[in-house]
Structure formats: C-alpha cells, structure tokens
C-alpha cells in the first residue's frame, strides 16, 4: 500500500483540514518534525483508525471512544464530527478511503451517541464491502511492519512465536496456502462423488474405516497442537526464567551444561525419528520373511492349478465336441457317408456318448481370475521378500544406530540428574535463587512431560495416516476393479494429489526463497549501519520460526537478548528492511526511529533511510534530527513542521518552504502539476446525479482566520 495523501480534519489535537502530501519521485523520504504532544503519534493514529476503525494503544488495537477523537476546540464551535481520508495505489489502483463520526446531539458521551461512516473508491467505483476490501489487501497483522513506534521496534527483533505466519502474510504466502485448501476441497468433493456409486460391501467396510481413522487423525491433530502450543509457552517461559538465572554468576555454568544437554538430546530425538522410520520399514516386513517359503510354494502351486485348469479346458472342449457329434449321429440315424445305423451301432453309439459324459463330469471349473489375482499379490510378497533379504545387510548398521542413541540417552539422563542436583545444593542458601531454580525446574519437567506427550502423540498420529494411507489405498484398488467411472474419478483424485504436492513444494520454496532474500537484504542494511561491522557480519533468519539472530565472525549466531537495545534496534530495522524490499509498493511510517541509537549507529543509518521502503515517513522531534542533520539528510522530498497554539490546544500541519524544503524537492508548482496527484484530486471530486464528476479540482487548504490553531 503506497499512501498519496493523509488528510485529518477535527481529528483529536488537529483542528479544522489538515494534510500531508506524497508524490513519485526519486526522493522517498518525507520529515513530519514536532515536539512531544504536537501530534506525530496522532498521524499514526489516523491511519489505524482509518484503515480499521480502531485506535492503537500499546501496540494494540483497541475499539475507539468518539467522543475523544473530535478536536475539543471543534466540539466547542459547534462542530461535532471528525474524519480522516486516505488516498493510496496498491497492485496498479487507486483508493480513496474516508471514515468519519458525527453527531446531532449537543452533548455526546458515548459511542451510540455519534454515527461512524466509511467510504471507499477503487479507481473512482464506489466500493461496499469495505472491511473486506481492506482485510484482504492490509490485513492488521501486517500493518504493524509498515507502521510503528521506534521505541518499541526491537520487539521485532526478539523471538515471537507468531512471527512466521505473520511474515508469510507480509509477503503474500497466504494466497498459495488458500489455493491450497481450495483444491483440498475439491479432492473431497471428487471423493464423495466416489463414495457415491459404492455399492461393494467391502468398499462400505473400508469406507467406515477410512472415516473413523480420519476422525481419530483430527482428534489426534487437534490434540498435538494444543501440546505443541503449550510447548511454544513454556520455552517462552523458560527463556524468560534463563534470563533470571543469568543474575546468578555461580548458576550460570552449571545452566550452560544443563543446556547443552538438552539441546544434544533434541538433536537425539530428530536421529530417533529417522530412525524409528528405519526400523519400521523393517519390522513391517518381517512377516513376509517368516513365511517366504510358504509363498514361495504358494506362487509355484498357483501357476500349476493355473496351467491344469487351462488343460482341463482345452480337454473339455474337444470331449463336448465329440460328444455333440455322437449325438448328432444318434439323432439323424445315418452315418455321414449316408449309411442308416442298425440297432447294434447305435447302441454303441450310446455307450460312447455315455463314456464322454463321464469324462466330462471328471473335469472341475478351476476360479482362474481368483487365483491369477492371488498369484499376483504374491508375487509381490516374494519381490518385496527378496529385495529386504538384499538389504538385511543394513540391519547391524540399524542395531548400532539403536545402541548409539540409547546409549547416549542414558547417558544425558545420568548427567541431568547429576547436574540438577548440584542446581539443588546450590539454589537451596538463596530464597531468590530458590524460587527462580524451583520454577525452572517444575518446567523443565513439565516440559519433559509435554515433549514426551507430543512424540507420543506424533507417533500415533503417523501410525493412523499410514493406517488410512493403506485403507484408501486398497478402497481405490476395488473402487478400480468395480467400473470405469469409479476409474476416472480416483484418476481425478490422483491428479488432484499431484496438483496439491506441486502447491506444498512451491509454498516450501517460495517461504523459502523469500527468506532467503529477506536474510540477505536484511544483512547488507545491517552490515553498512552497525557500528562492529568487522564482528558482525548479517543476520540469521530461523527456517521455522522466522527469529532473527546476528552472525559473527566465527562462523556463530548471537541471540539477540544478548544484544544492547540500540543494537536490537538496528537488528529490528534491517529485519523490517528486508521485508520492505520483498513486499509489493509500500510506505514505511516511523516514529522517533533514532530513540535507542547511538551517533555512530544513527549515522549510518541515516544514510540509508531511503532504502528501507519505497516511500519513509519520519515522525522527529529535533532530539532525533537536529538542524545539521536535517540539513544533511539525503533524499528528503519534502518536510512538514507541526505547530501548536498553547492557547488553543491545537496543532496544525505546515509545509516547509524555502532552503530547508529545496535539497532536490519538487516546487510547489511542480507539485500542483504533478498527474498522479491531479488523477487523485478527480478520485476525490463529488459525484453528480449522472455518475460524472462536477470538473472543479479541489481546491488547496485555506486558513480562516477565526480558527487561530486551524489549518
């Protein structure tokens, strides 16, 4: 979302219209300078309010109260309404967002007491659904990497077990994950047209199988992530307790240990899990090793049963053949050269009419298509025999592995034990240190408990897809074996499942990418801002979680809770740098950014401001920036002073003219002819009864002189 025009009218400390103004250009950087309570933190405010009908407090959105938001000196003229309007470009259109309060009441105190309107124009179309709009262009969840306090920024530098979905948001992924569970639903549509033409009792058995493994899948999900969750709070926990042992120098070694172990038993856990994948492979086939012999004998007395039947057959068809002859003869009572039959050839006719007859009773039907079918599965059995008798080699290689990790477990539970005790004598002279160790301990078991619970319930919940996998396979071999239309929907199913892998690989890889790209933006601005360029190197993006850490010259990752807040700060700006620079067009709005930094840092980071988004707003007292530095600031495209008459405890917005305004800015006529804004100017005209604008530009901002503190 690129902003155009913020305009304020009767908005909280701003009196009467006032507005700030962005135009294209190769200088992004706009400079809204006031001191403290002159309105910078209200300009912020606008936007939310505007955009969602909320008010930011705390870096949370909170429903706002109307009555406050009206200017005071405008309640007292009279004049009970306030609004803010937005012009802004996103994906090639154009908006104009406008939400306002008011009231006929001549003395409101609640909410019901004012009526809040909200317009919106999409390339001058009035649009209805606006929340919708909004929500899926700028959610509120991403507003925040565009919009914020420099006081609060390194939140964005610490771990935040949201800060994956989030980002994903940011960068648009939730649109592949939407397509994603669109064609999910169409493959469980295409399945109950499947279901539907079952008529097989053993398709209703699997059928009832499939649907009860799938509601245990769910309950099984369901339960794996409330556990997980619980998991994500108590590390959060932990590393907020581990931050409070840190006080304690004496702990601190023998922690650093306890650490260790655990970390050497996590990485035990994820070699477990390839490897119970490995032995399970293995156990599965046992049973088709214990009894390869039988199969064996199996295969060869099919194919002997197969081959007799097809004797049996060939024979049966040349004795009804000659049996239908002889009755043939017996029938007419001439032989074929036209002699007549006395009554001793006929007899002997009969009797070897008789003889056939016998010999076909002999002959027994054999179920052929049962036994090739059967032949055929076992012939799988015996492939699948042979090619794990070839790789039961492997299996001293699976024991060792075995041996290795149980080994080791003991070992860690031997050494965690030892070291907790020592944590136990030492804690138990300090009530602080007591407490803080007591309350760590409790969790680290409670932790153990909910990672044992939640590889339990991981185990169970492969075993119950691989269970499913197996019933929906066979399902789909008798749907195949039942009729072509069963055929063509589980092809349909099958396309569909390629088509849901191939949508799975490209989020991976675009997640992925994206990280990626923001990792190496982000690194470049914080290699050329820090001030220990030499001992950091760039940033370290978590694949998983998406927490930022710093890389060191040693080839290690720092966390940042062991960084200064100033270099967190810089952390969190490079971070939002390299979203920026992975997002669509965007204004980036800052307040106070330069709060926590010091000279060296500010500096630098001064000189790239600009590359931190397409368009940057800085909100500065003249702490932040002072006259020098103003005067040096690179990029600037305009600056904006805010004025407050004490009397009237109101604030306006004024442009900066003159020498301060001409470091390669646009002149006022420049402005004023610029066609982006003039386009925006015809987005904003009035509407007359036949849909056409009324052809009057609007005209600039005047200054009536009984508003003293009006703009």
């Known amino acids: 979302m690129l902003l155009r025009r913020i305009q304020m009218e009767n908005f909280k400390i701003f009196y009467g219209k006032n507005t700030l103004d962005f135009l294209d250009g190769d200088n992004n950087v706009i400079l809204v300078q006031g001191d403290n309570g002159h309105g910078k933190t209200t300009i912020m405010e606008s936007i939310f309010w505007a955009l969602y009908g909320k008010e930011k407090r705390h870096e949370k959105l909170i429903n706002p109260t109307f009555a406050k938001m009206i200017n005071n000196m405008a309640q007292e003229k009279g004049e009970n309404n306030c609004s ?57 969840d991403i507003a925040q990497f565009f919009f914020f306090d420099g006081e609060t920024i390194s939140r964005y ?3 935040n077990v949201s800060n994956k979905e989030t980002v994903e948001k940011a960068l648009g992924l939730p649109y592949l994950k939407r397509a994603h569970e669109d064609a999910e639903v169409i493959k469980k549509t295409v399945e109950k047209d499947l279901r539907g033409i079952k008529i097989s009792p053993t398709i209703e058995k699997l059928e009832k199988e499939i ?47 306890v650490n260790d172990l655990e970390e050497f038993g996590q990485e035990l856990d994820k070699e477990e899990e390839g490897h119970k994948e490995s032995e399970g492979q293995f156990i599965t086939a046992i049973p088709s090793l214990i009894v390869r012999g039988a199969l064996r004998k199996a295969v060869e007395d099919i194919g002997n049963i197969k081959e007799q039947s097809i004797t049996d057959r060939i024979n049966q068809g040349r004795i009804m053949d000659q049996k239908e002859f002889l009755e043939h003869l017996i029938t007419t009572g001439y032989c074929l050269c036209g002699s007549e039959f ?32 059967t032949q055929g599965d076992m012939a799988d059995a015996m492939f699948r025999v042979k090619t794990l008798e070839a790789e039961m080699v492997n299996l001293p290689k699976l024991e060792a592995k075995r041996d290795y990790i149980d080994d080791n477990r003991r070992r860690i539970s031997k050494a965690l034990d030892h070291e907790h005790e020592n944590l136990s004598a030492h804690s138990a002279a300090n009530a602080r240190e007591k407490e803080v160790f007591d309350r760590l301990n409790k969790m680290t078991q409670d932790r153990a408990v909910y990672t044992s619970k939640r590889d339990e319930l ?44 191939t949508f799975s690989d490209i989020i991976e890889r675009s997640a992925e990418n994206k990280r990626k790209r923001i990792e190496e933006k982000g690194s470049k601005i914080f290699h050329e801002i820090t001030n220990k360029p030499q001992e950091f190197l760039g940033l370290d993006i978590d694949k998983e979680t998406f927490e930022v850490q710093v890389r060191v010259a040693d080839g290690d990752t720092v966390s940042t809770k062991r960084l200064s807040d100033g270099e967190k700060h810089v952390v969190a700006l490079s971070f939002l740098g390299g979203i920026k620079e992975s997002t669509s067009e965007g204004t980036l709005i800052m307040d106070s950014p330069f709060g926590r930094l010091d000279q060296t840092h500010k500096s630098r980071l001064m000189e790239r401001i600009s590359d931190l988004g397409q368009q940057v707003v800085l909100l500065v007292t003249d702490e932040d920036l002072n006259k020098s530095e103003l005067e040096g600031m690179k990029n600037v495209q305009s600056r904006y002073m805010l004025e407050h008459d004490q009397a009237q405890k109101v604030s306006r917005i004024v442009p900066v003219s003159g020498a301060a305004l001409s470091k390669e800015a646009p002149t006022p006529s420049e402005v004023m002819n610029d066609p982006h804004l003039e386009h925006l100017m015809t987005l904003m005209m009035p509407e007359n009864d036949d849909g056409k604008t009324d052809g009057g530009p609007i005209p600039p901002p005047t200054i009536d002189p009984e508003r003293k503190g009006g703009a």
């Open 458 to 501: 991981k185990d169970e919940l492969e075993a119950i897809e691989r269970s499913q996998l197996d019933s929906e396979n066979q399902l789909r071999k008798e749907l195949e074996m039942q009729n072509q239309d069963t055929l063509k929907l589980s092809r349909q199913i099958d396309l569909i499942d390629r088509v849901l892998n």
């Open 157 to 159: 530098a610490e771990t």
């Open 84 to 140: 803010v309007t937005l012009n802004f470009d996103h994906d090639g259109k154009h908006y104009l967002l406008q939400r306002s309060v008011s009231t006929k009441r001549k003395s409101p105190s609640k909410n019901s007491d004012f009526i809040e309107e909200i317009k919106l124009r999409i390339n001058g179309r009035e649009e209805t659904d606006v929340d919708g709009v909004i929500t899926e262009i700028f959610p509120e």
């Open 342 to 373: 006395t009554g001793d050839s006929l007899e002997r006719l009969k009797a070897m009419t008789d003889a056939l007859k016998e010999q076909l009773e002999q002959i027994r039907p054999v179920p052929t298509d049962r036994y090739a079918w």
């Open 211 to 257: 649907e009860s493994q799938d509601k245990k899948r769910e309950d099984k999900a369901k339960m794996l992530g409330i556990t997980e969750k619980i998991l994500a709070n108590l590390n959060t926990e932990r590393d907020k307790l581990q931050l409070a042992l840190d006080e304690f120098e004496e702990l601190k070694a023998i922690q650093e240990r």
